[in-house]
């Protein structure tokens, strides 16, 4: 629950860029505008709203830390496998985070804290994934799964990293998202123009994806042969779905010229694929696991 909260609170965060609202309580923390109810206006709302939420997911992993930590004694809480560690992770990634909000508004968002600050928020995410599928969330790890398996999960999240790093970039660095038009290459070229920052970052972006959507659909294909299990199948192919309709997002983004509305809906899909990317990872891991085999 914990994880899904921070999903809509990264797809929130990403509405108050898209909106224009990042400095909707000016450059006050934790405070809006010198005040803690501040006067409304849309700008304002969403940042405030924002900022809320953040608060909110702050009571949740104290909640669930806490509670962890009493029950540190039960097999699968504590250790090297356990829940017990991502928890405390997060405890620090969500101080780390704050940090970064405070910082953001006060230097009144620019680009690199900015991108800190995201990227930063999809670790936080990773991280509770990490722990509710060691929880068993989704049931006892069933030993269906082998060293390839783990470590074609692995390379695709690794990548996936890549992409929400620079898409990241992208979305901040001014003049990159509209610095490569048409869909696939870049304005009819296959490389952008030489030192033209803004489009080799937005290439780059776009080259990542191409290379993660690759590999997912090789290694989902793969899991078809035994002994993988059924579950880690389903989060394979998941995955490999949500980078395809990415794609299709992308596409329709860049040829729309970027409207808003495609612009949340880029962000939303990137953040579920990156949602199902670390499931598919934990889940190899957890597979593995159980079957006592090395990790490498």
Do not use: K
């Amino acid at each position: 629950m914990a994880a899904v909260y921070t999903y809509a609170l990264v797809v929130f965060g990403g509405i108050v860029r898209i909106s224009g609202s990042g400095m909707g309580c000016g450059d006050d923390w934790p405070r809006c505008n010198g005040e803690w109810i501040p006067t409304f206006t849309l700008e304002t709302f969403i940042e405030y709203m924002h900022r809320l939420l953040a608060a909110g997911i702050g009571l949740v992993i104290l909640a669930v830390l806490g509670y962890a930590w009493m029950q540190r004694g039960r097999p699968g809480i504590a250790g090297r496998d356990g829940v017990l560690r991502p928890l405390a992770l997060a405890g620090v990634l969500l101080i780390a985070q704050a940090l970064l909000g405070a910082i953001t508004v006060r230097l009144e968002l620019p680009t690199e804290v900015t991108v800190a600050h995201f990227v930063t928020a999809m670790v936080f995410m990773g991280v509770l994934i990490v722990a509710a599928v060691r929880g068993g969330i989704f049931g006892d790890p069933a030993g269906g799964a082998d060293r390839r398996d783990f470590r074609l999960a692995l390379a695709a999240t690794v990548i996936g990293f890549l992409v929400v790093g620079f898409g990241a970039v992208t979305a901040n660095l001014p003049g990159a998202p509209a610095a490569c038009t048409g869909f696939p290459l870049c304005s009819g070229a296959l490389l952008p123009p030489a030192g033209a920052l803004p489009a080799e970052v937005h290439w780059a972006h776009r080259l990542a994806a191409f290379a993660l959507f690759a590999l997912s659909a090789g290694a989902a294909w793969a899991t078809r042969r035994a002994p993988t299990s059924r579950r880690l199948r389903v989060a394979a192919f998941t995955a490999t779905g949500l980078i395809a309709t990415q794609l299709g997002v992308a596409a329709a983004l860049v040829l729309a010229r970027l409207p808003q509305s495609l612009q949340a809906l880029h962000l939303a899909v990137g953040a579920a694929v990156w949602f199902a990317l670390v499931v598919w990872v934990a889940l190899a891991r957890r597979e593995l696991v159980a079957l006592r085999h090395p990790l490498t």
